[in-house]
């Protein structure tokens, strides 16, 4: 996970908006994931972007890219109890196995 | 039903012991992998089979070994279990479509004594 990048930990209060950010060093990428994890669950994908776009969102969730700096954030507006879960960011690489390379995850922590 | 499950959830084993992971799917896909998770350091790639024919290493590979039985059904040994081996062990599989879209089964806990 060293050419992706993510903060560990993360806490926010109930309705505050949450930000979780990523970068990545392969300029090469043709799709960023975020991915969650719910405790005691395995990943879900939770939205993804073409390398092609700079921005996306779906309902609470907007994901920006910042092709230039290389950095991916997902934006989580109103912010609930029921998303405090850990974070991936993974890119998929044009060529090679094409195989997703995940961050180390960011634990996402809602206090009332 | 889950689309991907695994067996067992959870085994506690002793330094030494041979331990076999299971992992079926009902998604109809060619691709899957098997990744460890440990607290710090993500989710990192250890086998990987893209058809019943194919088996690939990830970048963690040493200590393990796969079979791929069928479509459905790929499994993941440790020979001679070691406790740095202690970690959460998931099994994903995929399509071939552009967006590689991964579907992760619910893991299995592996302690090594």
């Known amino acids: 996970g060293e050419d992706v990048e993510q903060s560990l930990f993360l806490s926010v209060r109930e309705g505050d908006s949450s930000v979780i950010n990523c970068t990545y060093t392969?300029?090469?990428?043709?799709?960023l994931y975020w991915y969650k994890q719910e405790p005691g669950a395995g990943l879900q994908l939770l939205t993804y972007?073409?390398?092609?776009?700079d921005m996306k969102q779906d309902q609470r969730l907007t994901v920006l890219l910042n092709k230039k700096d290389k950095h991916l954030s997902l934006r989580i507006a109103d912010t609930q109890t029921g998303d405090s879960a850990i974070y991936f960011c993974?890119?998929?690489?044009?060529?090679?196995?094409?195989?997703?390379?995940f961050g180390r995850g960011t634990s996402l922590i809602v206090h009332p | 039903d889950a689309d991907v499950t695994q067996t067992p959830r959870n085994r506690i084993t002793k330094t030494g012991k041979r331990i076999m992971l299971e992992c079926s799917q009902t998604?109809?896909?060619?691709?899957m992998y098997w990744y460890r998770q440990d607290p710090g350091l993500g989710l990192r790639l250890i086998y990987y089979?893209?058809?019943?024919?194919?088996?690939n290493k990830g970048e963690i590979s040493d200590g393990y070994s796969v079979s791929r039985q069928a479509q459905a059904k790929f499994s993941l040994s440790l020979e001679s279990a070691i406790p740095n081996q202690t970690a959460l062990y998931f099994c994903?599989?995929?399509?071939?479509?552009?967006?590689?879209?991964?579907?992760f089964g619910p893991g299995t806990r592996l302690t090594v004594l």
């Open positions: 994903a599989t995929s399509d071939s479509g552009r967006v590689n879209e991964q579907f």
């Open positions: 392969d300029s090469s990428s043709t799709y």
């Open positions: 972007i073409f390398s092609n776009m």
């Open positions: 993974a890119e998929l690489l044009s060529g090679g196995s094409y195989i997703p390379t």
């Open positions: 998604k109809g896909h060619d691709r």
């Open positions: 089979s893209f058809d019943v024919k194919d088996i």
